[in-house]
């Protein structure tokens, strides 16, 4: 049986739906699904056959491809999105409430109406509920998002003067530890390993591997190693080069150097 990869945002999450039914799909066709929220439409990220994947619950089947009927709700509730953010703002102001409105989302159907939003503080909003299911008339979830998701829905120029990532094309956050900028021997300035959303940078992830690789075969500061030269002992080490800075311990004459980590020999 083949299997699609859904995108139902761009830089969102993907997940696995089952194709029945002799539906012929394509890369990007818009299809519509039934999700945990509701039934929705999204993009056909990639397809495969069931076999070459570990996939180990069962997959909901892809209802149909999006028909013209379809695509016109979806674009009629986008335009309603925009509506709702507004409308919810002003009563955000109007409750004196703590929270910070970034995005709403309907289902196809719109059977439910789920509204994004940012707040430093726990937020009583069960009267802005009432307020808003009276107005639209379906089922109303306030969903409380984090520094990382808000970066990656409202946008913005990362450090590095790109894109922010997050917003481009990182569907789902891994875990950033402060040991990997250790690991990328990084001034631990917050400033310089932080990005927008005040969290560590994403891109500390993508190098881990090849700098974690590289301590593995590369000696530590202090480890003593052998050289063309003589015994010398490990000051500095620069992974990007692959190369570490000796002071040789027999010939003092000899100035400290850099030499590829290759051209040495550990001492135990």
């Known amino acids: 049986m083949q299997v699609a ?51 180990t619950q069962a997959l909901k089947p892809i209802l149909r491809v999006a028909n013209e009927h379809d695509l016109i709700k979806k674009s009629e509730n986008e335009q309603l ?28 159907d719109r059977a439910k109406l789920t509204i994004y939003f940012e707040s ?3 937020v009583d909003f069960r009267e802005l509920v009432k307020r808003i299911s009276s107005i639209y008339q379906t089922r109303i979830e306030l969903r409380q998002i984090g520094p990382r998701d808000v970066a990656k829905r409202v946008g913005g120029i990362g450090p590095c003067g790109l894109v922010l990532c997050c917003s481009t094309f990182i569907g789902e956050f891994e875990p950033v530890t402060i040991k990997m900028a250790k690991n990328q021997n990084l001034a631990l300035n917050p400033k310089k390993i932080s990005g927008v959303c005040g969290k560590l940078l ?11 690789e590289l301590r593995d075969l590369m000696p530590d500061i202090n480890n003593r190693v052998k050289t063309e030269k003589g015994k010398a002992v490990v000051i500095d080490i620069n992974f990007l080069t692959s190369k570490i800075k000796v002071r040789y311990l027999e010939d003092k004459e000899l100035s400290d150097e850099w030499i590829d980590y290759r051209e040495s020999t550990l001492i135990q």
């Open 5 to 55: 990869l859904i995108q139902f945002k761009d830089a969102g999450k993907k997940y696995y739906f089952s194709v029945e039914n002799n539906l012929e799909l394509e890369l990007n066709d818009v299809v519509v699904v039934e999700t945990a929220v509701g039934i929705e439409t999204g993009k056909v990220y990639s397809l495969k056959e069931e076999d070459e994947l570990e996939i």
């Open 81 to 108: 999105e925009r509506d709702v953010v507004k409308k919810t703002i002003l009563l955000v102001r109007e409750l004196d409430l703590g929270m910070k409105i970034l995005e709403s989302e309907f289902t196809l």
């Open 120 to 122: 430093e503080n726990r």
């Open 202 to 212: 994403c891109c500390l992830k993508y190098e881990d591997d090849v700098y974690t």
